[in-house]
Structures are given as structure tokens and as C-alpha cells.
């Protein structure tokens, strides 16, 4: 089956530092949406990517849908210690319209 | 609030019985699609479903669960005879169509005595 993998697992930084996550596909992805999970709360769709080679900003946050349709990253800038939390990389293909596949999260952890 | 509503938000059972877990989309979405997390992981796909019908339930368990969305109502997910391993957060999540980004509720958290 499809193997989705995100990375670093957790990233620890000061407060104004950049940030930067990735994911990878072992197949084609035609739709790259980026999530951000909060304790005992649901995920937030923070940039949804349509087409290979999109890059897509939303405030400090910006993504790319990777040229392969296999990988995509997630840049934040000048981190603020509202940045923290779990961010997800959630993949769609084709043959299964509905069926988001997530990878296990990056944890990112700002200090002051 | 115009977006996705689960209840309960935490739910007690004991070994043995019934969940029911509810699901109202956002006003507007059609499509519905039910996830299980476990501590420390990603989501995983259950079920999707329109209203009265179920898309693509590759992910839902063979025995036990079930889940439904009609026409009148909220989209319920339901677990009987549950176990251990059943203990969860269960998130809700819905769409305008079945290619447009899905939008999630806060979730239930699901714990087996």
C-alpha cells in the first residue's frame, strides 16, 4: 500500500526562527493538504496544493506540491509561540477520491 | 459556529457495549468522512460517505463498526461490542464535494473500561 512519510518527528526552535517539514509519497498524490492539530482538538487545514510545482503561501506559512506529485514541504517563517502544536501532511490520489492518507506529524516546539 | 459538530466529545463505555458517535457536517457539505488517531499518530481513514450512501468504507474494521449518514440527521459512527482497543479519538470530517479540501471537527475521545 501507500506509505506516506513526514519528517523531522519533532523540531524544537527559538522564537523567530524558520521552520521547515516534509513529506514524501511512495506514489502519486494528486492533491498535498497541510494540517495543524492543537491538544484536544481537531485539524486545521492550513494550505490545500492542487498542481505539481504549486507553491501556495497563507501568512508565514508557505507549501509546495513537489514537480513528482511525490512530496511536498511545509516552510514556516519567524516562528511565534502560537506555531506550536502537531503539523500533518495529508495526501490525496485519484483512485480514491475521499481517502486522505496523513502522515504522523511533525511536533513543533517554540521558545521564547 | 458554522463548522463541524461532534458529540460527544469524550464518551466512557465498558467492555461489551455500544458507541455512537455523531457527526454534523459543516452547513453546506454533502460528503462525510469518519478517521480513528491513535496517541502520538497520524489519522486513519475509516469510511466516506454521502448522504444515504457509502463511498468507500476500505477502512472501516470488517466486524463491528458501522457508520451511516441520512438524509435527515447527522452522520453517526457506531461501534458495538466494544474493546481495548477500540479507545481512540475518532474525528469527523466533511466536504463540499469529494475533491475539495475536508474540514474537521474537534473529535470524540473514545475510552473502553
Known amino acids: 500500500g501507500q506509505q506516506l512519510n513526514q519528517s523531522p518527528q519533532s523540531m524544537f526552535i527559538q522564537e523567530g526562527e524558520d521552520v521547515s517539514m516534509n513529506c514524501t509519497s511512495s506514489s502519486i498524490f494528486n492533491t498535498w493538504l497541510w494540517y495543524k492539530q492543537d491538544p484536544g482538538e481537531g485539524p486545521v487545514l492550513l494550505i490545500a496544493?492542487?498542481?505539481?510545482?504549486e507553491l501556495t503561501s497563507n501568512g508565514r506559512l508557505t507549501a509546495q506540491f513537489g514537480i513528482t506529485r511525490k512530496d511536498s514541504f511545509l516552510n514556516i517563517s519567524a516562528s511565534i509561540p502560537s506555531d506550536v502544536g502537531i503539523y500533518f501532511c495529508a495526501g490525496q490520489s485519484t483512485d480514491s477520491w475521499g481517502k486522505l492518507q496523513f502522515g504522523a506529524g511533525t511536533q513543533v516546539v517554540v521558545t521564547p | 459556529n458554522a463548522g463541524v459538530m461532534q458529540n460527544p466529545r469524550h464518551l466512557v463505555r465498558r467492555r461489551g457495549q455500544e458507541a455512537r458517535l455523531r457527526c454534523s457536517p459543516m452547513?453546506?457539505?454533502?460528503?462525510v468522512y469518519w478517521y480513528r488517531q491513535l496517541p502520538e499518530e497520524g489519522l486513519k481513514f475509516m469510511v466516506y460517505?454521502?448522504?444515504?450512501?457509502?463511498?468507500?468504507e476500505s477502512g472501516m474494521p470488517k466486524e463491528r463498526f458501522s457508520a451511516e449518514f441520512p438524509k435527515e440527521g447527522p452522520s453517526i459512527l457506531r461501534i458495538q461490542q466494544v474493546v481495548r482497543g477500540d479507545s481512540a479519538a475518532y474525528f469527523c470530517a466533511s466536504s463540499f464535494a469529494g475533491n475539495q479540501p475536508q474540514h474537521f471537527g474537534d473529535g470524540t475521545r473514545l475510552s473502553i473500561l
Open positions: 452547513k453546506g457539505h454533502s460528503h
Open positions: 460517505l454521502q448522504k444515504e450512501n457509502i463511498i468507500d
Open positions: 496544493l492542487y498542481k505539481a510545482g
